[in-house]
């Protein structure tokens, strides 16, 4: 049996998302407790992780070994519960899932809930999913929506989103010269395919845009080919939210003042090929090629053209066009960014290491694919990080974000090691950072480099273990050589003395119709000047020690249980908006973890309204308590 230290469990809290049941029933002997199955459907949902059931958590960060007394019986009552389908839709545990371990010296249950399938989410309770489908956010358990559920339930059944047929929709609705460009394209990529010389409605047929049904041989048209080629106002009635954009900006990641955009405004078609083209050419305009010869001829093309073309073409092939986000390319001085709508398919470990795909979108990847764009499947992110590492360039960041089910990917042109960020640690620290181990320098460069970094970050970086690297973390928050902020796997490292930016995504854009230079980044409905909180709003802080002293608390505390903090929020917000921003600086925590833990679940709950309702990247977003009734 393995034996192991709470200490050693809890350092695992930043690899790994645990939760921590006490599990006694009330006999003593050792119960599942009602919650258990809550945080089975959310773990199954999101990204999996493990349960002790044995070990209590009275409070935030406190943690006691209570141990089970009647293992077996625990055992048994889960797997059964597992098995009949009354309780919980779906076991996805493997027979090793449930193991008994020694935690300082008491024998305690450990259940690792794998991340589920595609195909067997959602994981739901009680028979029905809307309703009793939960998510995982940061420590915490909450209800899916009923248009997410929705969404996981389509995702479930439909191996290809973009496959279906179209009822009213003709070849009208398609651009001809849309189809026309491919065409060109198509002749020139492969010119000896006997599809060229094909009428236009067959070779559309063979790409797979439009079928024919064999009974009457009339033509229709699928979606893959109404969103590759069709006329804007056309997909608009299939997709609502369809939206694409490029945008270029300054290195500013704050600033939403774009120097470029293409965004469909009637002056071209708005589908995905031609967005791709206009797209690919912008980002690839001022791209350095280097002089190179092959067979006599110079190479125009180089490992960061290949990159730029796979990153946009993953982005549109595994976009979910149903959902609320547009698809976004942009280009900064540092960096490009790729943004779809929808979560990944399969893992973002998956994904970087290659080889396994699950493409949404499979009739569009075909059509990039006859015409030399996309790689094979499950090869073209591998791709990426192997050019971005040729060039001694920081790694590639694939990342999701749960709370608006999008898919981001950070392609920054940085040296792993930028002379700049090793001179200020050499200045702060001196013979101290010269003389850490490589795995430390490398964190700490990192930190400061990155303005801050977590345990998931640095793991896609080295090859150490997951429990080195938080070694390594705790050693340089012991040292004072990095500042530690929030708890377990939302805890994020910055450099001390370094101020940090707010936490905005670098794909923050405006909504549509909207003209980003007129955004005013700042709250402008809070009055006053105080110049340590974003929006100037200086009675904010008189306000919440009198929410504080009502609740038994003189300051704010460095930990509050989940349901104060919610109370809090509320009554912050009664009466008036207040930005993420705004609430993150009064209340002292990170504005992403301030976000996804709170503000986003509320929000699903009804608990509290948005300023700008639906449009979740508006730089003026707010919050405010929803009155009852």
């Known amino acids: 049996m393995e034996s192991l230290t709470l200490s050693e469990i809890i350092a695992l809290g930043e690899a790994v998302d645990l939760e921590f049941k006490a599990a006694q029933g009330r006999d003593g002997k050792g119960e599942l407790p009602n919650n258990f199955w809550e945080t089975y459907s959310a773990m199954a949902n999101t990204e999996g992780g493990e349960i002790y059931l044995g070990i209590e958590e009275p409070s935030a960060g406190n943690f006691q070994v209570k141990g089970i007394?009647?293992?077996?019986?625990?055992?048994?009552?889960?797997?059964?519960?597992?098995?009949?389908?009354?309780?919980?839709?779906?076991?996805?545990?493997?027979?090793?899932g449930v193991q008994e371990v020694q935690v300082d010296g008491l024998p305690v249950l450990r259940v690792v809930i794998p991340r589920a399938r595609r195909q067997d989410r959602p994981v739901y309770l009680h028979g029905n999913p809307i309703g009793n489908t939960y998510l995982r956010r940061h420590e915490g358990d909450y209800k899916a929506s009923e248009e997410t559920v929705r969404r996981m339930l389509a995702e479930s059944v439909e191996d290809s989103r973009d496959d279906r047929v179209l009822e009213d929709f003709t070849i009208d609705d398609l651009?001809?010269?849309?189809?026309?460009?491919?065409?060109?394209?198509?002749?020139?990529?492969?010119?000896?395919?006997?599809?060229?010389?094909?009428?236009?409605?067959?070779?559309?047929?063979?790409?797979?845009?439009?079928?024919?049904?064999?009974?009457?041989?009339?033509?229709?048209?699928?979606?893959?080919?109404?969103?590759?080629?069709?006329?804007?106002?056309?997909?608009?009635?299939?997709?609502?939210?369809?939206?694409?954009?490029?945008?270029?900006?300054?290195?500013?990641?704050?600033?939403?003042?774009?120097?470029?955009?293409?965004?469909?405004?009637?002056?071209?078609?708005?589908?995905?090929?031609?967005?791709?083209?206009?797209?690919?050419?912008?980002?690839a305009s001022d791209v350095k090629i280097p002089f190179k010869l092959k067979e006599g001829a110079r190479v125009e093309d180089t490992p960061l053209h290949e990159s730029i073309r796979e990153a946009l073409t993953n982005t549109i092939i595994h976009a979910d066009f149903t959902g609320r986000t547009s698809v976004l390319a942009l280009k900064r001085p540092d960096m490009f960014g790729f943004r779809n709508p929808g979560l990944m398919r399969v893992s973002v470990g998956q994904a970087v290491q290659g080889g396994v795909s699950d493409c949404r979108n499979r009739r569009i990847q075909h059509m990039f694919r006859y015409v030399g764009f996309g790689d094979h499947a499950g090869s073209g992110i591998p791709k990426i990080y192997r050019n971005w590492k040729e060039q001694h360039w920081r790694l590639p960041l694939l990342y999701e974000d749960p709370v608006h089910e999008q898919t981001l990917l950070e392609l920054r042109m940085i040296s792993l090691?930028?002379?700049?960020?090793?001179?200020?640690?050499?200045?702060?620290?001196?013979?101290?950072?010269?003389?850490?181990?490589?795995?430390?320098?490398?964190?700490?460069?990192?930190?400061?480099?990155?303005?801050?970094?977590?345990?998931?970050?640095?793991?896609?970086?080295?090859?150490?273990?997951?429990?080195?690297?938080?070694?390594?973390?705790?050693?340089?928050?012991?040292?004072?050589?990095?500042?530690?902020?929030?708890?377990?796997?939302?805890?994020?490292?910055?450099?001390?003395?370094?101020?940090?930016?707010?936490?905005?995504?670098?794909?923050?854009?405006?909504?549509?119709?909207?003209?980003?230079?007129?955004?005013?980044?700042?709250?402008?409905?809070?009055?006053?000047?105080?110049?340590?909180?974003?929006?100037?709003?200086?009675?904010?802080?008189?306000?919440?020690?009198?929410?504080?002293?009502?609740?038994?608390?003189?300051?704010?505390?460095?930990?509050?249980?989940?349901?104060?903090?919610?109370?809090?929020?509320?009554?912050?917000?009664?009466?008036?908006?207040?930005?993420?921003?705004?609430?993150?600086?009064?209340?002292?925590?990170?504005?992403?973890?301030?976000?996804?833990?709170?503000?986003?679940?509320?929000?699903?709950?009804?608990?509290?309204?948005?300023?700008?309702?639906?449009?979740?990247?508006?730089?003026?977003?707010?919050?405010?308590?929803?009155?009852?009734?």
């Open 69 to 96: 007394a009647d293992t077996a019986r625990l055992k048994k009552a889960l797997w059964d519960t597992l098995h009949s389908n009354t309780k919980v839709s779906r076991n996805i545990l493997p027979e090793t």
């Open 417 to 629: 090691f930028p002379e700049e960020s090793v001179k200020v640690l050499d200045a702060l620290f001196g013979e101290k950072f010269r003389a850490l181990p490589e795995l430390e320098r490398i964190i700490l460069i990192s930190a400061a480099a990155e303005d801050r970094v977590n345990h998931a970050r640095i793991k896609e970086m080295v090859a150490d273990h997951p429990k080195d690297i938080s070694a390594a973390l705790a050693s340089l928050v012991q040292e004072k050589m990095l500042v530690k902020q929030g708890e377990t796997r939302g805890s994020t490292y910055y450099v001390p003395g370094k101020t940090l930016q707010e936490d905005l995504p670098a794909f923050q854009t405006p909504p549509f119709g909207e003209t980003p230079q007129d955004v005013n980044v700042n709250s402008p409905h809070l009055p006053g000047n105080s110049p340590h909180l974003p929006g100037n709003s200086p009675h904010l802080p008189d306000k919440l020690l009198k929410i504080l002293a009502a609740l038994g608390f003189d300051r704010m505390p460095g930990k509050l249980k989940p349901q104060l903090m919610r109370e809090v929020i509320l009554k912050l917000c009664d009466g008036e908006h207040l930005t993420a921003g705004t609430l993150s600086s009064v209340l002292e925590r990170d504005p992403k973890a301030l976000r996804e833990r709170y503000l986003a679940p509320m929000l699903e709950e009804g608990l509290i309204e948005q300023k700008y309702p639906g449009v979740a990247n508006h730089p003026n977003q707010a919050y405010r308590t929803k009155k009852a009734g």
């Open 175 to 283: 651009e001809k010269e849309t189809i026309s460009s491919y065409r060109n394209r198509f002749s020139a990529v492969k010119p000896g395919s006997p599809w060229i010389e094909l009428p236009a409605e067959e070779f559309l047929v063979k790409i797979g845009a439009l079928t024919r049904d064999r009974a009457t041989g009339r033509l229709g048209i699928r979606a893959a080919g109404l969103l590759m080629f069709g006329k804007f106002e056309s997909i608009r009635e299939v997709f609502p939210n369809y939206m694409v954009d490029y945008q270029e900006r300054s290195a500013d990641r704050a600033a939403v003042r774009w120097i470029d955009r293409v965004v469909p405004d009637g002056t071209w078609s708005g589908n995905l090929y031609d967005y791709f083209q206009k797209a690919y050419r912008k980002l």
